[in-house]
């Protein structure tokens, strides 16, 4: 089970960058499409730190949350066709994904609980889990989680430049800067978050 959930947890972070990716080219940025990043190949995408040993220590210790991520795809913002509302829409893309996901397998759990399909129900409400941790956790609005991105390009043009140089001095501690943030979330956030996790997952798949 700790294998399976990692693999769904992996596909679920790769469809949610590959989103980005979409919105991007449908805006009009081509940047992630010449690059080989719109595929759904896991090579292009696995980052072995937030794909894999991130996951796997969350999972193998039970965490109240699933969390973890891919390659961040590339985009331009500034070859965006709308660039008032832009970022915003290419930043929720994936969130916005993670939950459509966790809504379309919630439907499928309940039918194939229904049908007595008890192992592919319990398959099926996996990836609810672990599409409903990662869309309300990257809806938090801290860098470089999708929610701040999408809260700086909802901003004013003067308030949402000094959010971008405000993420850019973060991103400068790499991945340092993202276990501190997840420490943090971890230490002070965890309980609330996993209550909120278990209440929508209850009201999705009527358990």
């Known amino acids: 089970m700790i294998f399976l959930t990692i693999a769904i947890l992996i596909i679920s972070v790769i469809i949610h960058e590959v989103a980005h990716g979409w919105a991007a080219n449908a805006l009009g940025d081509p940047t992630a499409k010449l690059q080989g990043r719109l595929s759904l190949n896991p090579v292009r995408h696995i980052d072995p730190i937030g794909s894999i040993l991130i996951p796997a220590v969350l999972v193998i210790t039970q965490s109240s949350f699933l969390f973890g991520w891919a390659k961040p795809v590339p985009y331009n913002p500034y070859n965006l066709k709308n660039q008032r509302w832009g ?10 994904t993670n939950l459509l ?3 379309i397998f919630a439907v499928i759990t309940r039918a194939a609980a229904g049908a007595g399909m008890i192992e ?23 860098p470089p989680l999708d929610g701040y991105t999408v809260l700086r390009g909802l901003l004013p043009y003067k308030m949402s430049m000094a959010f971008r ?3 850019e001095r973060i991103l400068q501690g790499g991945i340092f800067s993202l276990i501190l943030i997840l420490f943090l979330f971890s230490y002070f956030l965890s309980a609330p978050f996993g209550a909120l996790i278990r209440t929508v997952f209850k009201f999705l798949v009527g358990a």
């Not at 592919?120 to 801290?142: H, Q």
């Open 87 to 96: 970022e915003a829409i290419v930043g929720s893309a994936g969130v916005l």
């Open 101 to 103: 996901l966790a809504v």
């Open 120 to 142: 592919f129900a319990l398959l099926a409400a996996i990836v609810v889990s672990v599409n409903l941790s990662l869309g309300i956790f990257n809806l938090l609005p801290i």
């Open 165 to 167: 140089e405000f993420e």
